[in-house]
Every structure is written in C-alpha cells, then in structure tokens.
C-alpha cells in the first residue's frame, strides 16, 4: 500500500447570513441542508495508473463506500452525504475519477483513455490501494455506470451497488441508433464535443459549459455560486478536457478504446445481469430519467432490488443528500 498524504482543503465557506443574501440577490432558495464544516483534507494514493485524489471520513473499520460523481461534477456531490453516513459507522471513500480535481496519471506515456470499462480498473485498483475488499458503491452519471460495471464483472467485489438512472452500461453498437429528436437534443453537448469546435469551447467555457448543463439537468435545484465555484475547481485539471473528451466520443464510436480493455467491453456490450443487492434511484425533475419508474432497467438486476424515485434533478446525492444516504444505508442491510 502507498504512503498517503494529505493536500489542504481550497474551501472557504460562506457564513449563514452571506450565504442567505446570495441566495437572495439571484433569486434562490437557501439551502434545506446546510454543508458541513468541513470536507477534506483531500488525500493522494497511487493506485493502478493514477495517483487519486479523494476524501476519506468514518471509522477506519468501518463497512467502506465508494462514493461516485459524475459529470461535470466532483467529489462536491457528496460533501453533505460524506457526514451522514460516516455517522453511521461507514468508512467513506470519495474519489476525484480520472481527470478531475487532484487525480493526475502517474506517466505522462499513459492514454489519457476515457472508455467506461476504465473507470471502473481505476476504482479496483483504488480498492487494493486502501485494502478494501467488498465496498457498498453508490453513484450517479459516471459514477452510475462505473458502480454499475463492477457489480457486473467483479461482484465479489462489491456488497451492494446504489445507482442512479438504473442500468448505464454502454453499448458502442447500440449507441450508433438515433434516439427520439428530444432525446438527441437533450445530449446536445456530446456531438459538439464530436467537433474541434467543442474541445476548443469546453478548454475555454469549461465552467459556462458545466453551469449550463448543471442548470438543465437539475431544473428544481437552486444551487448558489459558492456550491458552483467549488466543483469547477476540479475542472483546471490538466486532463479535463482530454478525458471528457474522450469519454463521450467513444461512447459514440469516434474514438478508439485501448486494446488491454477490449475483453471488458465485449462482455459490457451483452448487457450483463447485476446480481448484487441493488437499489436504483430517479430523480423526478432528471430530463435523463427514463419512463416507467425504474420498469426501463428493471431486468438488468437479477438479486434483491428497490427502486426509489427521489423529488430532485440529475444530481442527486447532492440535491437530496438524506435521500440518497438513506438508500445507501438501506441496501446494505439487504
């Protein structure tokens, strides 16, 4: 195991009556739940390829879970979690995923490769790292579908999954079909980031880009600045752009994965069963979710199964903190 160390924390926080006068100024609501006092230091572990940032809280015995963000999101999604359920006894891990925030590749000679089957060797390798055997994983966007691939291919390496918008696993052939126009349109940013145009506008509005889509995909969340500005920290990652980049062209076939992953992918593409306990959660106001509350995916979770529909947007650990630890808790005593 690799010696940590610690990198100081870059948060300042308001104070209540600053914060309720921003929310004030650009007609928001105040936050129900109140971020902690702290959430950090953020760590550093080499593990596989990556050296990876993340935020550790909770008893060191205690049952670990790995916490997921999406994007464009960081660690942030889970500063109000983090507390609720290491007060439960959790060790809980958060980490920053490959070309966020502090996580940097540990050779400049690396693919800066973003294909779904690689996030999810880097969290198996941050689980050697740290000596966790059988995390709870929970996610949501990215996170989602890496919870969701490790609970496919590596289940005894995983308890239980909580995954958001149910089953993410990709399917490059599949992906090739159009979807319905107002489904197209909702992923509007993934073919402007098939352009030169697009990797050009994400490397120079990276944080525009991220609050506009924060803004469509949450309608009901009235997040403030403070909330915005310390997620978009993350994005000055000098792989932000290569591996955001990367991810959604070759979701759409336009970029080509690693060869060493191309045994991974072939047993993705057949859309494997996910056995361990799971519950799957939509939020309400997501534009992503799909219809039928969770019926979409149902058939892809093959063990004990919940499904929860929460009354928030895509960014659900953050707008419904209580909600999303809850469930967490929950599947871990099926």
């Known amino acids: 195991m690799e010696t940590h160390g610690s990198i100081p924390s870059r948060r300042q926080f308001l104070g209540t009556a600053a914060a309720a006068a921003v929310a004030g100024r650009f007609g928001m609501k105040e936050h129900t739940q109140a971020p902690p006092e702290a959430f950090g230091p953020v760590k550093q572990i ?91 994983l929970a996610g949501y966007d990215w996170g989602s579908r890496t919870g969701d691939i490790i609970a496919a291919l590596w289940p005894e390496r995983c308890k239980a999954l909580v995954s958001v918008t149910g089953y993410l696993i990709a399917n490059v052939e599949a992906n090739k079909m159009p979807s319905p126009p107002k489904s197209e349109w909702a992923w509007w940013y993934q073919y402007y980031f098939a352009t030169e145009r697009g990797v050009r506008g994400l490397d120079r509005y990276r944080r525009d880009l991220a609050e506009l889509v924060w803004k469509f995909n949450s309608p009901t969340w009235r997040f403030d600045n403070a909330t915005f500005d310390r997620t978009a920290a993350a994005f000055d990652n000098p792989d932000y752009v290569g591996i955001v980049i990367d991810n959604y062209r070759w979701r759409l076939g336009l970029a080509q994965g690693e060869p060493r992953y191309d045994d991974l992918e072939r047993r993705l593409a057949a859309a494997p069963v996910i056995k361990v306990p799971t519950i799957t959660v939509d939020g309400k106001h997501d534009p992503f979710t799909p219809p039928g509350n969770g019926s979409a995916y149902r058939d892809r979770f093959g063990g004990t199964y919940e499904h929860r529909t929460l009354d928030v947007g895509h960014n659900v650990p953050q707008e419904d903190p209580r909600g999303f630890a809850a469930a967490v808790v929950a599947v871990d005593g099926f």
Do not use: C
């Open 46 to 136: 080499n593990a596989g390829e990556l050296n990876v940032g993340y935020v550790e809280a909770g008893p060191a015995n205690g049952q670990p879970v790995i916490l997921m963000h999406g994007w464009p999101y960081d660690i942030h999604s889970y500063e109000a979690v983090t507390p609720l359920l290491a007060a439960k006894g959790y060790r809980v891990v958060v980490p920053y995923l490959r070309g966020h925030g502090s996580t940097r590749f540990r050779s400049d000679k690396t693919p800066r490769n973003a294909q779904q089957s690689a996030f999810a060797v880097d969290i198996i390798a941050l689980m050697d790292a740290l000596g966790t055997e059988r995390p709870l």
